[in-house]
């Protein structure tokens, strides 16, 4: 099976790779590992082309995972990607907006390899 190729977007280095630790401890094929801190520097990683699926932080300075999803949908290979979005508590109308714009689902912080493997594999054509 090929590996996957993820983008992991979030201004918090530390936050990015507990998302990449938990990816691979949830059993998935992750191959390449792509990281940006702001939905700005996500698009140019968007542009380079043949991203699987891609997690985002919401709230993050330059351009917020809302504004990321909406610009995302302009890039010709940003089509068809997957977005799933990091939240935290209380961003509970953030999160109702990012799925009108495109988000096929969420996880909360604090989240488990389980609750990361049981939003994303759905998603990849991974049976859990
Ligand atoms: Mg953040």
């Known amino acids: 099976m090929k590996k ?3 983008l992991i977007v979030d201004d918090s280095a530390v936050m990015r790779k507990i ?8 059993g998935l ?7 940006a801190s702001n939905g700005a520097e996500a698009l140019v990683e968007v542009e380079k082309g043949s ?3 891609i997690l985002s932080d919401i709230n993050m300075p330059v351009m917020d995972g809302l504004e990321f999803l909406k610009n995302l949908s302009k890039v010709e290979a940003g089509k068809g990607v997957p977005v799933v979005m990091i939240t935290t508590e209380g961003s509970e109308a953030r999160v109702v907006e990012a799925l009108s714009v495109g988000a096929k689902g969420y996880i909360r912080k604090p989240f488990t390899p389980e609750q990361v493997k049981e939003r994303v594999a ?3 054509g991974v049976l859990k």
């Open 4 to 6: 996957l190729k993820v």
């Open 19 to 26: 998302v990449e630790r938990a990816l691979r401890q949830a």
């Open 29 to 35: 094929e992750i191959g390449e590992v792509l990281e």
């Open 51 to 53: 991203l699987d699926i």
């Open 122 to 124: 759905p998603l990849i």
